[in-house]
Structures are given as structure tokens and as C-alpha cells.
């Protein structure tokens, strides 16, 4: 290399880490070259401390396909749970019995788990737990959530 290409390339890396570490990018780079491993905001996982996220998660999912079996918005199921609501009763006004709706949330609830397993969220037998809990008749808040909070008082 000429002496004049070896000052124009040091000079051309200069200007580049200047302007990085103006933008602040050159930390964060440093930083995830000797890291390697994910930072918790670029995964679906929550972070080491959250030792509970993997319940609020399978919770989530359930509500969700609850909410989609009854064909309504989250808002507006839980804002009918908060009421007094029961979600026997939306089924009913669905014109589901218990046993339709404990299929169709299962056949909702499955893909959500299996996305939840698949990013590592939750284990595969977590997922297996739920399905088999939701088959032997545990739906949540089928009797509203009255019955949840006389559960843990």
C-alpha cells in the first residue's frame, strides 16, 4: 500500500468512528461485538427478573382467544368482566354451551401457545398444561372474575 493510500484510508476510519460516536452508535456496536447474545428488547422474552412473565403470557393468550371465540374486542370483554359479567353468559348469548366453548378456545388458543413456545417463552409442557386444563373444564372467568378474587382472599 502507497503511503498516501495508507493516510487516506486512516483518515476516511477516523471520520467514520467520529461521526459514530457522534451519533452514539459506536458504543452500541462495541458493546454488541463483545456481547453476542440478544438484548431482552430484541426478543420476545421478557428479561431475567420478570420471573412471572411466562404465566402473565399464557394468561394473555387465553384472553385473547376468549375474546375471539366470543367474537369481541379485548376492551369490551374486559370492560364486561369488570361489570359483573360473566363469560358463561356471553356464551350463552352466543348460543354456545360450556363444551362448544372450551373446543373452539382450545382451537384458538393452541397456534397462540405454539407461537409462545416457539420464541421460548413458555415451555412445551406449559403449552400441553393449558390445552389439557381447558379440556377438563377450567375456563377462565366462565364464572366472572368474582370467583377469582374469592379464590385468592
Known sequence: MTPFAAVAVKTVGAAGAAALLSLGLAGGLAQAASNPTPSPSATTKAPATDTRADRRAIARAVFESEADVLGI?????????????????????????????????????????????????????????????????????????????????
Not at 348460543?95 to 415451555?123: C, N, Y
Open 73 to 153: 374486542a379485548l376492551k369490551t370483554l374486559r370492560d364486561d368482566l369488570t361489570k359483573g359479567q360473566k363469560v358463561s353468559d356471553l356464551a350463552k348469548d352466543k348460543g354456545m354451551t360450556k363444551e362448544q366453548f372450551e373446543t373452539k378456545l382450545i382451537a384458538s388458543v393452541k397456534p397462540r401457545l405454539a407461537v409462545l413456545v416457539d420464541h421460548k417463552v413458555i415451555t412445551q409442557a406449559q403449552a400441553d398444561r393449558v390445552v389439557d386444563r381447558i379440556s377438563k373444564g377450567y375456563v377462565p372467568f366462565w364464572d366472572g372474575l368474582r370467583r377469582l378474587a374469592a379464590a385468592t382472599t
